[in-house]
């Protein structure tokens, strides 16, 4: 049974945004001159160059995919000025559907933060070592949900050993 999964190009940026906006915040309050820390925060003008990383993260996303789940295309689809990506693959006849949810989120995650790395890489380098560990962890959490299995069991009925006398 084929399974398609979406990542929403709109939210993925929003939480880019949201996250370079912080960090800029936080290195303002510690003392970084204005000027640094706004080259830090991504904004709706940087929208080009924010896709372009995301669409890298996703390349690399569908790589990883690739490695526990057989089929694995991606296809960016456009509505309404909205772009999302749509991953089309074969999951394990014993991968739990009911964790498809939680591997959109952890897949998301991952292209989000992959993004900001590569977005904080081309604007200020050493503050792409920061999410660096962000993006490792997101990744590990993908992993582990694809990973995810059911287990087969054996049925097997106990059976009382007696001994007549």
């Known amino acids: 049974m084929r399974t398609v999964l979406y990542l929403r190009h709109n939210d993925i940026a929003r939480q880019i945004q949201l ?9 303002k309050a510690a003392g970084i001159t204005p000027s640094f820390a706004a080259r830090i925060q991504a904004s709706d003008s940087e929208n080009d160059i ?18 526990y789940f057989s089929v694995c295309t ?3 689809v456009e509505d309404d000025g909205s ?10 006849r014993n991968f739990p559907h009911e964790c498809i949810p ?10 989000a933060m992959r993004a900001l790395q590569q977005w904080l890489a081309q604007n200020k380098p050493d503050e792409a070592v920061s999410v660096a560990e962000e993006v490792r962890a997101a990744a ?9 299995r059911n287990r087969p069991h054996k ?6 050993r007696s001994i007549d006398i």
Do not use: W
């Open 74 to 76: 991606t296809k960016e």
């Open 50 to 67: 924010i896709t372009r990383h995301m669409r890298t993260a996703i390349l690399e996303c569908s790589k990883l995919l690739s490695r």
């Open 83 to 92: 772009l999302t990506t749509e991953f089309h693959m074969q999951p394990p």
């Open 19 to 27: 996250h370079s906006y912080y960090t800029g915040e936080a290195r």
């Open 102 to 111: 939680q591997l959109e989120d952890s897949m998301a995650n991952y292209v």
């Open 155 to 160: 049925n097997i009925q106990k059976r009382k």
């Open 140 to 148: 590990n959490n993908m992993r582990e949900t694809m990973s995810l």
